[in-house]
């Protein structure tokens, strides 16, 4: 069991393909509490989230994996970072934890990892108490046929496979996500802890955990439609909740696709004003609590 940084790692769990998936826990939240399993977004790991991760330890078991090819997590030889694998992923770490609590646990998530718990849940007959879904980028059928967000689509790919990957620093991370409008909400003490839970040491420097070759796979799994086409209610509480794209960030085109969604699941639909879709770095006490209402009904 690693120590570090807020969360316990309780070890690997090894994919049917081969992938080793990194699972992780907040230390002495066990008793009598409620479990809890986060999700990450593309390109992050669970340790980016260690103020959020904190709140929620509060009121519940927290756990956390790192996607296939993330954080501290392998990819299998295949290289297979498909939406099926994701969902495997995610059935996989949620049964286990089930396994270990005694009992069926919560999930929240940001970005991608709810598109994979959704798709487990939809197709792997996965379950949960309840879900909390930070603006899970479901494609929209009308999406795949328009030619300007097709290019969109490919534009970001291509940006991610030119990302620099090493750094001599954490801090100089930092500093240069800092100054990019994506990353300008966040505190700097939160963009430190973004960073180095990013980076592993590598010769005389570090390097991105996660390999833009990866991420970029992930975003072009993501370009697929078929999650949000099966959404059904799933007869517990289930939210999801969208940024309203404050600038700097660029607007977020996340809004509709998460209306949509919320009425598709019968489920709850909440709007975080002056964030991004990185709301849950921006804004940890307010997601939390949001989190907090989906399982527990109240702030």
């Known amino acids: 069991m690693a120590k570090g940084q807020g969360v316990e790692q309780q070890g690997w769990l090894e994919a049917t393909d081969g992938a080793r998936v990194a699972l992780h826990r907040w230390p002495g939240t066990t008793t009598g509490k409620p479990a809890l399993l986060w999700g990450h977004a593309n ?10 991760l904190a709140e929620l ?28 694998a994701i969902a495997g992923d995610a059935a996989m770490v949620l049964r286990h934890v089930q396994g270990e609590t005694g009992q069926v646990p919560h999930v929240a998530s940001h970005s991608f990892s709810g598109v994979a718990l959704l798709w487990a849940g939809l197709t792997l007959g996965l379950a949960w108490r309840s879900a909390t879904f930070f603006e899970p980028p479901l494609c929209l059928p ?11 689509h490919q534009a970001r790919v291509a940006g991610t496979l030119r990302r620099r990957a090493a750094w001599p620093s954490a801090e100089v ?5 800092a100054a990019t409008p994506g990353f300008a909400l966040m505190a700097p003490d939160a963009l430190l802890v973004l960073t180095r839970a990013l980076l ?5 420097g570090f390097t991105l955990r996660c390999a833009p070759s990866t991420e970029a796979a992930i975003y072009r ?20 909740v969208a940024s309203d794209g404050t600038p700097p960030a660029p607007p977020s085109s996340a809004q509709l696709p998460q209306t949509l969604a919320a009425a598709a699941c019968g489920a709850m639909f909440s709007e975080l004003a ?18 907090r209402q989906t399982a527990l009904g109240a702030a």
């Open 173 to 177: 991370f930092a500093e240069r996500l």
């Open 57 to 84: 330890a509060r009121d519940f078991d927290v756990w956390a994996w790192d996607a296939r090819g993330q954080g501290f997590s392998g990819l299998p030889a295949s290289s297979e970072t498909g939406l099926d």
């Open 221 to 240: 799994a993501m370009w697929d439609s078929a999650p949000f086409e099966a959404l059904r209610p799933f007869g517990v509480p289930v939210r999801f």
């Open 43 to 52: 390109g992050f790991a669970a340790r980016c989230y260690l103020p959020l």
């Open 200 to 204: 592993r040491p590598e010769g005389d």
């Open 142 to 152: 009308a999406q795949l046929a328009d030619a300007a967000e097709a290019a969109r």
């Open 274 to 291: 002056g964030c991004s879709h990185l709301m849950a770095l921006e804004r940890p006490l307010e997601c939390a609590a949001l989190v």
